[in-house]
T-cell receptor, first 114, second 112 residues
Framework: ETGVTQSPTHLIKTRGQQVTLRCSSQ?????VSWYQQALGQGPQFIFQYYREEENGRGNFPPRFSGLQFPNYSSELNVNALELDDSALYLC?????????????FGPGTRLLVL | QQQVKQSPQSLIVQKGGISIINCAYENTAFDYFPWYQQFPGKGPALLIA?????SEKKEGRFTISFNKSAKQFSLHIMDSQPGDSATYFC???????????FGAGTRLTVKP
């Protein structure tokens, strides 16, 4: 186990609703990245937070937003949910050091949008 | 957005055989190439990773071969076991970037 936890494990929402997913990073890690994994696909990078600031973003619209807290835990918020948002949402924590970027993934939150 | 192409999509190997999964990348700025293993209901777990300054890295039964000129890298699983049955993802990133690009995954089944 990586020590990265996510909640909830499963979630069902309807189109147009908003959702908040939570992630607790591994002890000692200061960076959290969020990924969307559609069924049968590899994870796609949403964004990363380092020291409470967004530090890079993938090709996702602004309705995907996030937060990182002083204890390095993080939230992913998705507004105006669409059917295509149904996926496994993964967070990964890492320790930002020169030349070190190993990411440790949590078990994910499976979101179903009806 | 997909900059890493992975093949095959699925692979069936007999117990004790060698499993080989291939990946090709486009961005020559990538300098970190990890492989992740994912079991159903779990997040991806780092298996082994390589940087482009070496052509091969071995950890136990797992070996990464890296061909910088061809922009390809592969995972070899020696003496494959039923417990290795999982989905494997290759990925690539830059040290100064936070955007890790994943392949689409290979579903490996090792038959007893």
């Amino acid at each position: 186990e990586t020590g990265v936890t996510q909640s909830p494990t499963h979630l069902i929402k309807t189109r147009g609703q908003q959702v908040t997913l939570r992630c607790s990073s591994q002890s000692g890690h200061n960076t959290v990245s969020w990924y969307q994994q559609a069924l049968g696909q590899g994870p796609q990078f949403i964004f990363q937070y380092y020291r409470e600031e967004e530090n890079g973003r993938g090709n996702f619209p602004p309705r995907f937003s996030g937060l990182q807290f002083p204890n390095y835990s993080s939230e992913l918020n998705v507004n105006a949910l669409e059917l295509d948002d149904s996926a496994l949402y993964l967070c990964a924590s890492s320790l930002r050091l020169a030349g070190e970027e190993t990411q440790y993934f949590g078990p994910g939150t499976r979101l179903l949008v009806l | 957005q997909q900059q890493v192409k992975q093949s095959p999509q699925s692979l069936i190997v007999q117990k004790g055989g060698i499993s080989i999964i291939n990946c090709a990348y486009e961005n020559t700025a990538f300098d970190y190439f990890p492989w992740y293993q994912q079991f159903p209901g779990k997040g991806p777990a780092l298996l082994i990773a390589i940087r482009p300054d070496v052509s091969e890295k071995k950890e136990g039964r797992f070996t990464i071969s890296f061909n910088k000129s061809a922009k390809q890298f592969s995972l070899h699983i020696m003496d494959s076991q039923p417990g290795d049955s999982a989905t494997y993802f290759c990925a690539a990133s830059r040290v100064d970037s936070n955007d890790m690009r994943f392949g689409a995954g290979t579903r490996l089944t090792v038959k007893p």
